[in-house]
């Protein structure tokens, strides 16, 4: 048997490839129909509904009251499809938005009341939708540690930050990516201020608050008054958090998973590269599993592989060669991939 360590993505997954991806994979309709009920109860369009649409519509399913919930459904259904026969998971973690998934594959929240968590506060930062949303790399093509060019980014974007009406922050470290947030001024002055880089960056990215940022604090007073820390419980499984610390099971204090939730993962920086550093150090898996939706997510986890130095790899040739030798990233929204950690599709 494997062991593995579960890996949700966040936000930006569910595109136009992946319209179609619940009633593809999804594993329980009568689960799918309690989230659908939830969502017609607050007056919104359900995940099969969307999910069936004829046509995907980057206004409508990227907002956030809805790529939400469709993101949180898909990963879900791809932890219930894993063959627990053959794969032992062994720890949970997630990027972003994917912390409230890792909440429900973990076990600290059922699956219906995570699907609560995840839709509310999806719903919340689309009403607000305060600030915006940019990714903009540190790391060359090689995927090859750059510390230097990555403190001077940031050290751009405390500059910017300090002047007056800017509001620029990290807010996600996700592999070799920055992902900054902050309001109109203070983006407009990074974009401004750095190359463009591999044709594609500096990346706004569509329908994105600025999310783990202190501007996200009225956001996370609305969750906490809608949001009971009654709805969390003890873990099943070791849940590893936007700081890297871990949530064992039987020993974590549910009110301060709750507070953290709804409180510091909302507004401080998501360490997404540390998350994944204390899962290869703490639990050594033979496996990260990522789940659908996308597939964007597999480089930066092993952009973070290789930042923490994981089994002597330094750069992509390296990954790239250890994962042709012996895979150490499956990503279920790949087919052929999924096909070696899914009930029924092994090979």
């Not at 499956?330 to 950690?341: E, F, I, K, L």
Request: charge should be negative; aromatic fraction near 8%; proline fraction near 5%.
């Amino acid at each position: 048997m494997k062991t593995a360590v579960l890996i949700c993505p966040g936000r930006g997954t569910y595109n136009k490839a992946e319209l179609g991806y619940l009633a593809r994979h999804f594993p329980d309709r009568s689960l799918l129909e309690a989230f659908d009920s939830q969502r017609r109860a607050q007056g919104q369009p359900t995940l099969s509904e969307l999910d069936g649409a004829s046509r995907f519509s980057l206004a409508t399913h990227t907002r956030g009251d809805n790529a939400s919930a469709l993101i949180y459904a898909a990963t879900l259904g791809d932890f219930l499809s894993i063959d627990r026969d053959n794969i032992e998971i062994v720890a949970v973690t997630g990027n972003s938005m994917g912390w409230y998934s890792a909440l429900a594959c973990g076990g600290a929240l059922s699956a219906q009341d995570g699907f609560h968590v995840s839709n509310t506060m999806g719903t919340l930062m689309q009403r607000s939708l305060i600030g915006g949303q940019l990714i903009y790399p540190f790391v060359g093509e090689d995927w090859r540690p750059n510390p230097e060019r990555r403190a001077a980014l940031l050290a751009l974007v405390d500059d910017i930050a300090s002047r007056a009406d800017h509001a620029l922050a990290l807010s996600i470290a996700l592999g070799g990516m920055l992902v900054l947030a902050g309001n109109e001024a203070g983006l407009s002055a990074f974009e401004s201020a750095v190359d463009p880089v591999q044709e594609r960056f500096p990346m706004r990215l569509g329908n994105h608050a600025a999310f783990h940022t202190a501007l996200q604090a009225p956001v996370a007073a609305d969750g906490r008054e809608r949001l009971s820390s009654a709805l969390f419980a003890q873990p099943r499984l070791p849940l590893i958090d936007g700081r890297g610390a871990i949530w064992w099971p039987g020993a974590s204090d549910t009110y301060d998973l709750w507070d953290y939730t709804l409180g510091a993962q909302v507004t401080d920086t998501y360490d997404f590269t540390r998350a994944v550093t204390v899962a290869a150090r703490e639990f050594a898996p033979d496996l990260f599993i990522i789940t659908g939706p996308g597939t964007s997510l597999g480089g930066a986890v092993a952009q973070s592989l290789i930042l923490a130095g994981w089994r002597g790899m330094g750069g992509k040739d390296d990954f790239r060669a250890r994962q042709d030798e012996t895979p150490l990233l499956a990503s279920m929204g790949m087919p052929d991939q999924r096909a070696t950690v899914s009930k029924g599709e092994n090979s």
